[in-house]
């Protein structure tokens, strides 16, 4: 290799290893520190070359640059969180603010389990922080019933790297020995804390009104001895909640209602149960009706193995959408997914059961379930084994009615799974 391609090679590995830094703040010296510096380099006691003259304008430079990027000590283990930005994102317009976990350690395969109680006026959505098997991260969620705030708190192991995004400022305060970085933004109506607790970080975001001072004392709550996931009980229900937040005016109503909502999916701890034969699991059987509800046609007939939405972007399962129709144009839809799908066994990526407000936990022939009235229409969703069952009536419907509704589902005797599309394309080709 010669003197050339050597040189060439060693710029382009600068060039690679310096386009992943994140880009620096623009930093303006003072005049006083520049007259401060020319000063200093006339006064020194030896000639400068032009080359150590340079030398030295790096070095300024240098100092200049590590002045302007705020690092701030955050645990005992050498890790401290730094701060980068403002940036202005291109492509969003928006000025982005980036917090960043440096000299932390490897990524730890089980990290302690903490836990936050539930906050005064709020009901626990989701709690995984005292998982089963070991994580490096858990989450805990819980919102204000009469004013549907959010409160979360998502811990993670510290790792060289770790980040934080945010579109507002965090400012550092210390409290009881830890360095907590807060902000709030009144325009997107959101307050974060983010802070370092050993070889765990935390982040706790508030979705909606709060002061400081009550921020700061859910994070002064913390009680950071590490739980016995064995001490954990089964969970009270099959489900479980997250706050979703959907603003797509084009989304199906009966999926995706728009603005704050709940969304439900079936515990984790529910498809550790699922074996490869569970009942409602069989790819080439549906389920429908023993007969078509009274006073209602089947007017359309529907396979969903592909499934296309925002949240799930081509993601093959296996199921039907059956709809009925009556002479007031009233519709009832039978939705139905198998809930891990084959041949991939622990999956857990079916559409999630949203509605507007909390559900009611049903039982529907033994079977769980969830019901919740909506404004123009009631939906009633339960497991049958390894499968989601979903009916969605337009109109009021009660709970009772719901339920015997479903009854009418014939489990018995399953009919031929739908042709997907393409299958039916093929089956009329060869014909």
Same mark, same amino acid.
């Given at each position: 290799?010669?003197?050339?391609?050597?040189?060439?090679?060693?710029?382009?590995?600068?060039?690679?290893?310096?386009?992943?830094?994140?880009?620096?703040?623009?930093?303006?010296?003072?005049?006083?520190?520049?007259?401060?510096?020319?000063?200093?380099?006339?006064?020194?006691?030896?000639?400068?070359?032009?080359?150590?003259?340079?030398?030295?304008?790096?070095?300024?430079?240098?100092?200049?640059?590590?002045?302007?990027?705020?690092?701030?000590?955050?645990?005992?283990? *050498?890790?401290?969180?730094?701060?980068?930005?403002?940036?202005?994102?291109?492509?969003? *317009?928006?000025?982005?603010?980036?917090?960043?976990?440096?000299?932390?350690?490897?990524?730890?395969?089980?990290?302690?389990?903490?836990?936050?109680?539930?906050?005064?006026?709020?009901?626990?959505?989701?709690?995984?922080?005292?998982?089963?098997?070991?994580?490096?991260? /858990?989450?805990?969620?819980?919102?204000?019933?009469?004013?549907?705030?959010?409160?979360?708190?998502?811990?993670?192991?510290?790792?060289?790297?770790?980040?934080?995004?945010?579109? &507002?400022?965090?400012?550092?305060?210390?409290?009881? *020995?830890?360095?907590?970085?807060?902000?709030?933004?009144?325009?997107?109506?959101?307050?974060?804390?983010?802070?370092?607790?050993?070889?765990?970080?935390?982040?706790?975001?508030?979705?909606?009104?709060?002061?400081?001072?009550q921020m700061l004392d859910?994070?002064?709550?913390?009680?950071?001895?590490?739980?016995?996931?064995?001490?954990?009980?089964?969970?009270?229900?099959?489900?479980?909640?997250?706050?979703?937040?959907?603003?797509?005016?084009?989304?199906?109503?009966t999926l995706y209602p728009?603005?704050?909502? /709940?969304?439900?999916?079936?515990?984790?701890?529910?498809?550790?149960?699922?074996?490869?034969?569970?009942?409602?699991?069989?790819?080439?059987?549906?389920?429908? /009706?023993?007969?078509?509800?009274?006073?209602?046609?089947?007017?359309?007939?529907?396979?969903?193995?592909?499934i296309d939405s925002e949240?799930?972007?081509?993601?093959?399962?296996?199921?039907?959408?059956?709809? &009925?129709?009556?002479?007031?144009?009233?519709?009832?839809?039978?939705?139905?997914?198998?809930?891990?799908?084959?041949?991939?066994?622990?999956?857990?990526?079916?559409?999630?059961?949203?509605?507007?407000?909390?559900?009611?936990?049903?039982?529907?022939?033994?079977?769980?379930?969830?019901?919740?009235?909506?404004?123009?229409?009631?939906?009633?969703?339960?497991?049958?084994?390894?499968?989601?069952?979903?009916?969605?009536?337009?109109?009021?419907?009660?709970?009772?009615?719901?339920?015997?509704?479903?009854?009418?589902?014939? /489990?018995?005797?399953?009919?031929?799974?739908?042709?997907?599309?393409?299958?039916?394309?093929?089956?009329?080709?060869?014909?």
């Open positions: 290799m010669t003197r050339e391609e050597i040189r060439q090679a060693f710029r382009q590995a600068q060039q690679e290893e310096f386009a992943h830094v994140p880009q620096q703040p623009a930093i303006h010296a003072s005049l006083t520190f520049q007259r401060k510096m020319e000063r200093r380099i006339r006064s020194a006691p030896w000639r400068l070359s032009g080359r150590k003259k340079i030398a030295v304008a790096l070095l300024a430079a240098v100092v200049l640059a590590l002045g302007g990027c705020t690092v701030y000590q955050a645990v005992t283990n *050498g890790a401290v969180i730094k701060q980068f930005g403002p940036y202005d994102n291109l492509y969003t *317009g928006l000025t982005e603010y980036h917090y960043n976990v440096l000299n932390g350690n490897e990524v730890s395969e089980e990290a302690p389990r903490y836990q936050l109680a539930v906050p005064e006026g709020f009901v626990s959505l989701w709690d995984n922080s005292l998982a089963r098997e070991e994580s490096t991260f /858990f989450l805990q969620q819980w919102y204000n019933p009469d004013t549907l705030d959010v409160l979360t708190l998502t811990q993670r192991s510290v790792y060289a790297g770790l980040g934080l995004m945010l579109y &507002y400022p965090l400012e550092p305060i210390q409290q009881n *020995g830890i360095t907590v970085f807060y902000g709030s933004s009144e325009q997107q109506n959101r307050s974060c804390a983010f802070w370092l607790y050993g070889n765990v970080s935390f982040v706790l975001e508030y979705s909606g009104q709060v002061d400081r001072e859910w994070v002064a709550q913390m009680d950071y001895t590490p739980a016995d996931p064995q001490s954990n009980p089964d969970p009270s229900s099959e489900f479980y909640v997250q706050i979703v937040d959907r603003n797509d005016p084009n989304q199906n109503r728009i603005g704050k909502g /709940f969304a439900y999916r079936l515990t984790p701890e529910i498809y550790e149960q699922m074996e490869e034969e569970e009942t409602g699991r069989q790819e080439n059987i549906d389920y429908n /009706f023993a007969s078509a509800p009274e006073g209602y046609t089947l007017i359309r007939t529907k396979d969903n193995t592909i949240e799930i972007s081509g993601f093959s399962t296996n199921g039907a959408e059956y709809t &009925y129709q009556n002479s007031q144009g009233q519709q009832i839809v039978l939705t139905q997914y198998i809930a891990v799908p084959l041949p991939k066994p622990g999956g857990f990526y079916y559409p999630p059961i949203d509605s507007t407000k909390p559900t009611e936990e049903v039982q529907v022939s033994g079977m769980a379930g969830l019901y919740v009235q909506e404004e123009d229409y009631a939906k009633l969703v339960w497991r049958y084994g390894g499968r989601l069952m979903e009916l969605t009536c337009d109109g009021q419907m009660s709970q009772e009615e719901m339920i015997a509704l479903a009854q009418t589902v014939d /489990f018995q005797n399953g009919i031929p799974a739908v042709p997907a599309p393409e299958d039916s394309e093929a089956a009329g080709a060869d014909s």
